[in-house]
């Protein structure tokens, strides 16, 4: 997943929810996919194509979804560099 999908999971599991968005092409058919993954309730799809105050009041997290934001946020921190430079001498 890529992160700007991926972003929109983080969005919507912030404590304030996700926040003010506009609906363009592309936003739908995200929430689409990540709907089918099955880490969002079903949402509805009667968006205005206007800026709306909030749209965590559209869509909501699945525990699945949930999950998945857990992993993917562990396996980022295990990812982490190294505390010493490469190649250094012992």
């Known amino acids: 997943?890529?992160?700007?999908?991926?972003?929109?999971?983080?969005?919507?599991?912030?404590?304030?929810?996700?926040?003010?968005?506009?609906?363009g092409s592309a936003l739908p058919r995200e929430l689409g996919y990540l709907e089918n993954l099955g880490y969002l309730d079903d949402f509805l799809r009667r968006f205005d194509r206007q800026n709306v105050d909030n749209l965590s009041d559209w869509v909501e997290l699945t525990e699945a979804g949930r999950l998945f934001l857990e992993l993917r946020n562990s396996a980022r921190k295990k990812k982490r560099p190294l505390d010493h430079p490469a190649g250094s001498a012992r």
């Not at 999908?5 to 968005?21: C, I, Q, R, T, W």
Request: hydrophobic share 35%; net charge neutral.
């Open 1 to 23: 997943m890529g992160d700007k999908v991926f972003n929109h999971l983080e969005k919507l599991d912030a404590p304030k929810g996700y926040g003010s968005f506009y609906v």
